[in-house]
């Protein structure tokens, strides 16, 4: 086994890759729990986050919560499919990161909608934190940050992308035509 994956045509190793040794195994190992952890938290975050809106109604947080925030410059022809999407959307991508799945457009697309939370807070003059125990900053920035992170970085080997990367055809690199 090799730290990287890159090798010559005569599969002789890159001057860049070393035979793996037990600390290149471990680095790998700690990269996709870090992965894993990443999606974990973001993921469950954005489930919970999702289904809290479903449970309460998806008419009772357009109309209490996302109406209150909604720019004046946004057209309510978008608004209104937007608003209602938005809890089942949180549900959908907070699954796809927990089972590693699609992985990398749900990071992107997670950084997209949440940017579009933290553009209405700042729009509304709400992103500031406020209370005692608020913290020095919103956290929209720490969860923009994770998902675009994880868009860059993929799954890692802890999840479905890797599975299916491996068995389904439609998901194989292809081989040059010779």
Same mark, same amino acid.
């Not at 954005?46 to 357009?62: A, E, M, P, R, S």
């Not at 109309?63 to 909604?70: I, Q, V, Y």
């Not at 553009?119 to 720490?142: S, V």
């Given at each position: 086994?090799?730290?990287? &994956? ?16 037990? &600390?290149?195994?471990?680095? #790998? ?8 952890? &990443?999606?974990?938290? $973001? ?8 289904? =809290? ?5 998806? /008419?009772? +947080?357009? @109309?209490?919560?996302?109406? &209150? ?6 057209? /309510? +022809?978008?608004?209104?499919?937007? !608003? =209602?999407?938005? %809890?089942?959307? @949180? ?9 590693? $799945?699609?992985?990398?457009?749900? !990071? ?11 553009? #209405? ?10 209370? %005692?125990?608020?913290? %020095? ?18 799954? !890692? ?22």
């Amino acid at each position: 086994m090799w730290c990287c &994956s890159k090798k010559t045509s005569d599969s002789t190793a890159n001057a860049s890759c070393a035979p793996a040794t037990s &600390s290149c195994t471990c680095r #790998a190992l700690l990269l996709d729990l870090a992965a894993l952890c &990443s999606r974990l938290s $973001l993921g469950l975050l954005l489930c919970i986050v999702g289904w =809290h809106k479903i449970q309460g109604g998806i /008419d009772n +947080f357009y @109309e209490k919560n996302f109406l &209150s925030l909604k720019p004046t410059w946004l057209p /309510d +022809f978008f608004a209104w499919p937007y !608003g =209602h999407a938005v %809890p089942f959307l @949180e549900v959908g991508l907070g699954t796809l990161l927990i089972l590693g $799945l699609l992985t990398r457009f749900a !990071g992107l697309a997670s950084a997209l909608i949440i940017g579009s939370f933290t553009l #209405a807070l700042w729009n509304a003059d709400k992103l500031a934190p406020q209370g %005692p125990q608020a913290p %020095p900053f919103n956290l929209n920035f720490i969860y923009i940050s994770l998902a675009l992170l994880i868009a860059a970085t993929g799954s !890692g080997r802890l999840g479905l992308d890797t599975f299916c990367r491996s068995c389904c055809c439609c998901c194989k690199p292809k081989s040059p035509a010779a």
